[in-house]
């Protein structure tokens, strides 16, 4: 038996509704995650910046704004090598149905349950684990043209 200790896996949430909030925060707590939960996107992309961080859940379209700010999220944190899971409760979303999301992003489509919810994030963490492969750039640069021009301007993800 291995005496290793198994550091708690760290989990950034981010969604604009409190109680949503609250509930996958108490919840993923209880489920073992360390958990950064919170309804802002300039403060997600900052604590991406020095947080040590496993994975991300955040919400597509936070309130109070007219733009994807959870596709700003996910391309920080791909930028970096954490995976995301986007959440939309907005079911003719042009961004959601665009298939080049699935090269940064996983996404589920709200109402789901906590359960489902759970077995999403850890499939997706077992799935970063385990995946080496490099995302197509032009295709991710496409999808940042088409619905996040302003990223373009910052720089780019390192070339390999």
Do not use: C
């Not at 700003?72 to 954490?82: P, R």
């Amino acid at each position: 038996m291995s005496d290793a200790v198994t550091s708690p896996r760290r989990l950034l949430i981010v969604e604009d509704e409190p109680a949503l909030l609250a509930n996958y925060k108490e919840y993923f707590e209880a489920s073992g995650f360390e958990v950064s939960a919170t309804e802002n996107r300039d403060t997600a992309i900052d604590w991406l910046g020095w947080q040590e961080i496993d994975g991300v859940l955040s919400d597509i379209h936070l309130t109070g704004r007219d733009r994807a700010d959870g596709l700003e999220i996910a391309f920080a944190a791909w930028k970096i090598g954490v995976p995301v899971l986007l959440i939309t409760g907005l079911p003719t979303d042009d961004i959601s149905n665009d298939p080049r999301l699935a090269k940064i992003a996983g996404l589920v489509r709200k109402p789901v349950s906590l359960a489902a919810l759970h077995a999403l994030v850890e499939s997706m963490l077992r799935k970063a684990a385990h995946d080496e492969a490099t995302p197509d750039q032009t295709e991710i640069r496409e999808l940042l043209r088409t619905y996040a021009p302003w990223l373009l301007a910052a720089p780019g993800p390192p070339q390999s």
